[in-house]
């Protein structure tokens, strides 16, 4: 099938931002039935770095890839405890800001079926004894090397950051066309890490070189923006994997954003979609007749409720989150 690649963009502020390398234990939560679901998964400055341990990307075999469980369930505890950081202090205004994405060079369903996208793909990685899978996107970066996700997909909120983390663009059936990139650092915001704070459900993976390339060389990368007015219009991609889905392909849904009227206390907007788990981590993309631009990924979603999913909004805090990753 033909590839495509999206032009897309972002900001910058100041607030907290946590990272960390592959490394780390985790624990798999599961969200309650009935309640909601994630779609995959205050304060002060944390920074924590080291250097990349083994080979994550010959850990993913076939078979593991295709047994990893939907990383949805992991931001269950974070709905369900449904409060509000009570330490988060965070300001969440300030002057929008674009940072354009760059190229490589060339029914009644919710959702459409689409080609891969050169820089949109799957996120796999374990967490305690566990396999996920999630999607995600490469976005614009000073290190040429940033993949944006849910915050669940790359940290326990609050607790240990994943392992084995991987990024596989343009996934189609089973294929890697542009091979499997191991991360070597995780970065998400300290409201997630440390309160698993739904609000700040966002997450960047700063990737290895391959054969001396970076990730944007080999398949570009999308525009990121923050701080935007709520309720613009988005078309959401992502590789939902449990049924009726299978995560082989890449889905999209598109609509106009509205807030969670369900837990408004969440902050999030939402738009009419019937993707499910796995879609975690992929992005939410703003077009206009010039560019695209991302600034929002998949969270959750209620189960048994209406076909919505919901993301987090874009503001200081993240972008905070975004720029260390970005500068690493």
């Known amino acids: 099938m033909t590839k495509k690649s999206l032009p897309i963009t972002g900001l910058l502020?100041?607030?907290?931002?946590?990272?960390l390398t592959l490394g780390a234990a985790g624990g798999a939560y599961a969200a309650p039935v009935g309640s909601a679901s994630s779609f995959a998964a205050p304060g002060t400055l944390q920074l924590v770095s080291s250097s990349l341990s083994g080979d994550a990307s010959t850990y993913w075999t076939p078979e593991r890839m295709r047994a990893a469980i939907s990383g949805d369930?992991?931001?269950g505890p974070a709905l369900a405890r449904g409060a509000l950081?009570?330490?988060?202090?965070?300001?969440?205004?300030?002057?929008?800001?674009?940072?354009?994405g760059t190229s490589k060079g060339g029914g009644t369903s919710l959702h459409q079926n689409e080609d891969p996208i050169d820089h949109v793909g799957k996120v796999f990685f374990s967490m305690g004894a566990f396999n996920?899978?999630?999607?995600?996107?490469?976005?614009?970066?000073?290190?040429?090397s940033t993949v944006a996700t849910a915050g669940h997909c790359v940290n326990e909120g609050p607790g240990a950051f994943v392992r084995n983390f991987v990024f596989v663009p343009a996934y189609l059936n089973g294929t890697a066309p542009y091979g499997i990139w191991p991360a070597k650092a995780l970065y998400t915001t300290a409201q997630w890490s440390t309160a698993g704070d739904i609000r700040y459900d966002t997450g960047f993976a700063v990737?290895?070189?391959?054969?001396g390339k970076h990730l944007a060389d080999v398949v570009g990368a999308s525009g990121v923006e923050f701080n935007m007015?709520?309720?613009?219009?988005?078309?959401?991609?992502?590789?939902?994997?449990?049924?009726?889905?299978?995560?082989?392909?890449?889905?999209?849904?598109?609509?106009?954003?509205t807030e969670d009227a369900i837990n408004p206390q969440f902050k999030a907007q939402g738009i009419p979609c019937d993707m499910t788990g796995g879609s975690s981590g992929g992005p939410w993309i703003v077009s206009s007749d010039d560019d695209c631009y991302q600034n929002?990924?998949?969270?959750?979603?209620?189960?048994?409720?209406?076909?919505?999913?919901?993301?987090?909004?874009?503001g200081s805090v993240i972008r905070e989150a975004y720029k260390a990753a970005s500068e690493s």
Not at 132 to 144: E, I, L, P
Not at 296 to 314: F, L
Request: charged fraction near 10%; glycine fraction near 10%.
């Open 13 to 19: 502020s100041l607030i907290t931002f946590a990272v």
């Open 73 to 75: 369930v992991l931001a």
């Open 85 to 100: 950081s009570s330490a988060s202090t965070a300001v969440e205004t300030g002057p929008p800001e674009k940072i354009a």
């Open 132 to 144: 996920y899978v999630c999607s995600g996107n490469a976005v614009v970066s000073d290190n040429d």
């Open 207 to 211: 990737m290895a070189t391959i054969n």
């Open 229 to 257: 007015d709520r309720g613009l219009s988005y078309k959401a991609y992502g590789y939902p994997a449990a049924p009726p889905f299978d995560g082989q392909s890449l889905k999209s849904c598109s609509g106009d954003a």
């Open 296 to 314: 929002s990924i998949t969270s959750y979603g209620y189960t048994g409720g209406p076909p919505v999913i919901y993301g987090p909004y874009w």
